[in-house]
Structures are given as structure tokens and as C-alpha cells.
């Protein structure tokens, strides 16, 4: 394709239906991921929408899929070899490659969410990461305070959590503010301690020292790979 159609006044962005989807994944609920991708994928495979609106879309539900799955604990690394082509060059595909490859993506992580979820999160658990996505930007936020706002004790919270969503509670925090913080680092040049205050982390310090721990580097050297 050379050319790109004009986006259609009476398309839409299904922004909810993908913000839902990513909530779905990163509380690894394999059964709801699928029913919402298909949904999405089968509106562009039957629906009348232009060039231009379905690759937008592709490369939105991706990158949104790949950062859910790394959110909710599990590891992407696979899934991206299995697609390394579009990853490398993600800028040179058509359509038509685009949405296959967004298919495969969806379809294997609803199989690595079935494969990696010991239970599904529901009652407490699933009321418990609806709080942390609410909260998570707040440094006070701990293992203990969450306990404590959803009386349970620590061990019987830590426990519930690691048994639901197969990763540790703090680890998960972790994980849910340094998505945040990556997509900041790399996308905006607001200072690392700006990005330290709005993730959550309270300070550049706390940023810079879990930074080294999950991915062995510093945040400028980061934002610079």
C-alpha cells in the first residue's frame, strides 16, 4: 500500500473497549481478554474502516497488549521473538500483516494467561487490583495500607494475591508503576524526579535504585537505549 485512506468522520476509536481489555489481561482474566480482542479484531476484519484508521488501531491494540502482559507479571520475551519482524521494523507492514499479527498476538496471550494464572482473580483479589490501578501513583501505598483498607491481614493478603495473579504483591506494584515510568522516560523529557513523584516512587532515588533492580541500568541510561 502507497497511499493511506482519510479516516472516515463515523469512525471510532474503541479506546474504552482497549482500556477494559488491558485491565483484563493485566488481571490475567484469559476468558474476558479473548472475548474483548475478537470483538475488536472481528470490527476490523468485517468492518468498513480505512487504511489508515485499521493500522492505527493494529499498532494501539499491540503495543497496549504487549505492555498489559508485561504488567501483569509475565514474560513477553517469547512473544516477541515469535514476532520479531514486526517488532524490528514495526513501521514497514501493511494492513493486512498488521492484523494477522495483532491476531496472533491476542490469541497467544490469552494461551499464556491460561497457562500462567493458578486461580482467577475474583472477590477480594480482583477488588484489591482494582484499588492498587487507583492508587498506585500514590507512594504511600503498601502491602500493609492495602491489608489494612480491605481488612485482611498481610499474610493472608500476600497469599491470596501470590496464589491469583502468580506474582508477589509488592512485586506487582513494582511492575504497575515502572510500566509507567518507562513509557515517561521514553516518550516525554520530564525530569526523573517529576517521573519519580507521578509513579509513585516518592522519590528519584526509590526510581533510580528499582530501575537497577528490574532492568540493571539507571533511568537516563534508559531513556537513552
Keep these: 500500500y502507497d497511499t493511506f485512506d ?14 477494559t481489555l488491558f485491565q483484563a489481561i493485566v488481571s490475567r482474566n484469559a476468558d474476558q481478554t479473548e472475548h474483548i480482542s475478537q470483538s475488536i479484531l472481528q ?7 480505512s487504511m489508515l484508521f485499521g493500522i492505527s488501531l493494529c499498532y494501539h491494540l499491540i503495543n497496549r497488549c504487549t505492555t498489559a502482559l508485561e504488567q501483569a507479571g509475565l514474560d513477553n520475551s517469547a512473544l516477541v521473538q515469535k ?8 513501521s514497514s507492514h501493511p494492513f ?3 492484523l494477522e499479527v495483532a491476531e496472533s498476538i491476542c490469541q497467544d496471550i490469552v494461551v499464556m494467561l491460561r497457562e500462567n494464572t493458578p486461580a482467577a482473580a475474583s472477590g477480594p483479589i480482583q477488588e ?3 484499588y492498587i490501578h487507583q492508587n498506585y501513583q500514590n507512594s504511600n501505598l503498601t502491602v500493609k495500607l492495602i491489608a ?3 481488612k485482611m491481614s498481610v499474610s493472608n493478603l500476600s497469599h491470596q494475591f501470590k496464589n491469583s495473579m502468580g506474582v508477589n504483591l509488592s512485586e506487582y506494584i513494582d511492575l504497575l508503576r515502572l510500566t509507567q515510568a518507562r513509557q515517561l522516560l521514553t516518550q516525554t523529557d520530564t525530569t526523573i524526579e517529576a517521573i519519580a513523584q507521578e509513579c509513585g516512587f516518592g522519590s528519584s532515588v526509590s526510581l533510580i535504585r528499582k530501575i537497577r533492580r528490574y532492568y ?3 533511568p537516563t541510561e534508559y531513556r537513552n537505549l
Design 43 to 49: 470490527s476490523l476484519r468485517e468492518g468498513n474502516v
Design 96 to 98: 493486512g500483516e498488521l
Design 6 to 19: 482519510t479516516l472516515s468522520p463515523m469512525e471510532k476509536f474503541p479506546q474504552d473497549e482497549i482500556n
Design 128 to 130: 484489591v487490583l482494582t
Design 83 to 90: 514476532h520479531s519482524q514486526f517488532f524490528v521494523s514495526p
Design 216 to 218: 540493571g541500568m539507571t
Design 148 to 150: 489494612m483498607e480491605h
